[in-house]
């Protein structure tokens, strides 16, 4: 029942910032905890952060830590990922998944009920 447009993918320099935004089609968005996922080419889907659902607690993969910072605006049914210092291998396809209602299990792909359609962010000098 969720669908989300994602944005703010593209193409930055080592080192650089991106801050990317998952927008939910529907009210009921703030009843999930959202996860953010990567996959680069050929790697499985990764974990990277995700926020419960009143934006209370958040979780974050550990090569993430310090530089990434997930948030979300519920008056406005979108979630945020703003990305700092980022690296070549931060490259992949980003990806926004719905869980309900906590960040239980955040980094396993089955713990989602609702995904976006991703967006590219490439790093490269």
């Known amino acids: 029942q969720l669908q989300f447009v994602e944005s703010g993918g593209g193409l930055v320099k080592p080192g650089g910032s991106l801050r990317l935004s998952c927008a939910a089609s529907?009210?009921?968005?703030?009843?999930?905890?959202i996860g953010w996922f990567r996959q680069a080419p050929g790697k499985e889907r990764e974990g990277v952060a995700c926020?419960?659902?009143?934006?209370?607690?958040?979780n974050y993969v550990d090569s993430v830590k310090g530089r990434f910072t997930i948030s979300r605006d519920n008056a406005k049914n979108t979630v945020y990922l703003q990305m700092i210092s980022l690296k070549p291998e931060d490259t992949a396809v980003y990806y926004c998944?719905?869980?309900?209602?906590?960040?239980?299990?955040?980094?396993?792909?089955?713990?989602?009920?609702?995904w976006g359609q991703g967006t590219q962010v490439t790093v490269s000098s």
């Open positions: 998944a719905a869980t309900n209602p906590m960040c239980m299990n955040y980094d396993r792909i089955g713990s989602y009920d609702y």
């Open positions: 926020i419960s659902s009143s934006g209370g607690s958040t």
């Open positions: 529907r009210s009921t968005f703030d009843l999930y905890a």
